[in-house]
């Protein structure tokens, strides 16, 4: 068997938006950095957030107020302290960022003075949602995308897929991992000190979502495998607003147009948020993707409209020019007519669960960002803390790491990857029709109303599907397609489960066989354990 390539470094990373790259640059001053990037360096959940960044600038707002803003959205499941914490250094999280040179927007007040500035979205009480436009995701992803370019200690695979996590033989420490190259289609090897997954969510799982290709909850169920526990699982945050059109698939309307004045209208132009929450278009995520739902499914409906063609179009110019030429170059104008939109699969509050130091339960492993679980988001994210927990996080596990950096050591050898008894597959059929079987069953089963049978049915079916793919996993080599989709099918069993033991509707979870919540001292975290039923 040919000796494969290895790859020896302080720190592997295993992502290339917000959260990795964050860590990368808090590390590469003391540390020889790797991060692994599944796609281009800049292709990632990180590029196409729209809203913001939220963070206490004003000085009529307060860490209390963003913390309690927090704790409501999250339906009673937040971790009070992760909300504290992340809180408490929010504003030193983006004065980072303003230091490696992202552009937020400013202006000047009345007396000349320079100013950041600060829109609302829903769920918060006070402006505090820095942006640059409404692109803030690109500007961030650009700007440390130069940043660690430019940095010698930090080393940059693009077009590598992480298969596996390697431990040592009780699971106790992380030692490096499995990665494949997308290039040249071969198996190499990282060994490292600490490892970091900063791989995204697992929107990907459903048919419908806001998210690029690549969020297909690699990371999660790669620490499943490994043996880390995982929380909150059901909670699958769908964003209310996706624009709604054969030729912009996967193209997300930014909450912030709400918070600017946009209304969300029935097919025959009338307002139904204000029946459904007295906060109209500014509730929470889950109350107005719920009520699009039930309006799309009562009337039959392909969409619903939102409008913000009631506001100068100079001022819809300025805030949301992404927008406005997407809509465009489909031949929408937004400045004079209202956009088509359906809730989309967005966001993973669930994730692999970490502490305050973005530690998982196997030494020298940590995770950062969506595909974590720390406890901020609960039940339901709040808008524009996604980005904000990359950041905070990025910066407490690059202070735990450096602590520890003198005393670790690096793994000498470790096992070889081994493919003697596979073949290159002449049935990639098999991967297309699983791909598609799974994304459909979890949008129509595990979707926005949920139901016991239709979970059951869907455990069912993940059950059938991940033993068929894990036989032809055995058997043939690894590709992309399949190595996404080897993960998804182990992120969908783990979202079933989750929503199957949570029998109350709380948040982003409701089901029609249990649509009370239940109070707030009887509500807990859902945790699965790897080898447990």
């Not at 068997?1 to 720190?11: H, I, L």
Request: charged share 20%; proline share 4%; glycine share 6%.
């Amino acid at each position: 068997m040919t000796a494969q390539k290895e790859y020896p470094c302080d720190v592997l990373i295993i992502g290339s938006g917000a959260a990795g790259l964050s860590l990368a640059l808090q590390l590469a001053a003391h540390a020889k950095v790797l991060v692994l990037s599944k796609g281009a360096l800049r292709e990632g959940s990180t590029l196409y957030a729209q809203g913001g960044i939220a963070a206490v600038f004003d000085e009529n707002d307060s860490i209390a107020s963003h913390v309690s803003d927090t704790l409501v959205a999250g339906a009673g499941l937040c971790n009070k302290e992760a909300v504290q914490f992340t809180a408490e250094h929010a504003k030193e999280a983006m004065q980072w960022l303003i230091q490696q040179g992202v552009p937020f927007d400013q202006y000047q007040d009345q007396d000349g003075k320079v100013k950041y500035h600060l829109t609302r979205e829903g769920g918060h009480s006070h402006r505090r949602i820095l942006h640059a436009a409404d692109a803030t995701g690109k500007a961030v992803q650009i700007t440390l995308v130069e940043q660690v370019k430019q940095h010698p200690n930090i080393r940059l695979l693009e077009h590598y897929h992480a298969i596996d996590l390697i431990t040592n033989v009780d699971k106790s420490r992380c030692l490096g991992a499995y990665i494949w190259s997308q290039q040249v289609r071969q198996v190499e090897v990282v060994r490292a000190r600490f490892v970091a997954l900063a791989t995204g969510g697992a929107s990907k799982v459903y048919l419908y979502t806001s998210n690029p290709d690549v969020a297909s909850g690699d990371g999660i169920a790669m620490a499943w495998r490994a043996g880390c526990r995982v929380a909150n699982m059901e909670f699958n945050q769908f964003h209310p607003t996706s624009l709604y059109h054969p030729d912009a698939p996967n193209f997300l309307i930014t909450e912030a147009m709400r918070g600017e004045g946009a209304y969300l209208k029935r097919p025959d132009g009338s307002r139904f948020m204000p029946d459904f929450d007295e906060r109209a278009e500014l509730a929470p995520r889950d109350v107005v993707a719920r009520a699009i739902d039930y309006e799309m499914k009562r009337l039959g409906a392909n969409c619903v409209y939102l409008d913000i063609s009631h506001q100068p179009a100079d001022f819809i110019l300025e805030h949301f020019p992404t927008i406005y030429a997407k809509c465009l170059s489909v031949g929408l104008d937004i400045t004079k007519e209202p956009i088509p939109v359906v809730p989309a699969a967005h966001y993973t509050c669930g994730g692999v669960m970490v502490n305050l130091n973005s530690q998982t339960d196997i030494a020298n492993l940590y995770a950062i960002g969506e595909v974590a679980y720390t406890g901020l988001h609960g039940a339901n994210r709040m808008a524009s803390n996604s980005l904000l927990e990359c950041v905070v996080f990025a910066q407490a596990a690059a202070r735990h790491i450096l602590a520890q950096l003198a005393n670790a050591t690096l793994p000498e050898h470790l096992p070889q990857w081994d493919e003697s008894r596979v073949s290159d597959s002449d049935e990639e059929v098999v991967i297309t029709h699983n791909w598609h079987e799974l994304r459909l069953f979890m949008w129509d089963y595990v979707g926005i109303v949920r139901t016991d049978k239709r979970l059951e049915r869907a455990l069912h079916r993940v059950e059938l599907l991940k033993q068929e793919i894990q036989d032809y996993y055995s058997h043939f080599k690894v590709s992309n397609n399949l190595l996404e989709l080897r993960n998804l099918v182990v992120v969908a069993e783990l979202i079933i489960r989750s929503a199957l033991q949570r029998k109350e509707s709380r948040g982003l979870h409701y089901n029609l066989d249990y649509p009370h919540t239940l109070s707030d001292d009887k509500a807990k975290p859902t945790v699965l354990e790897p080898n447990k039923p």
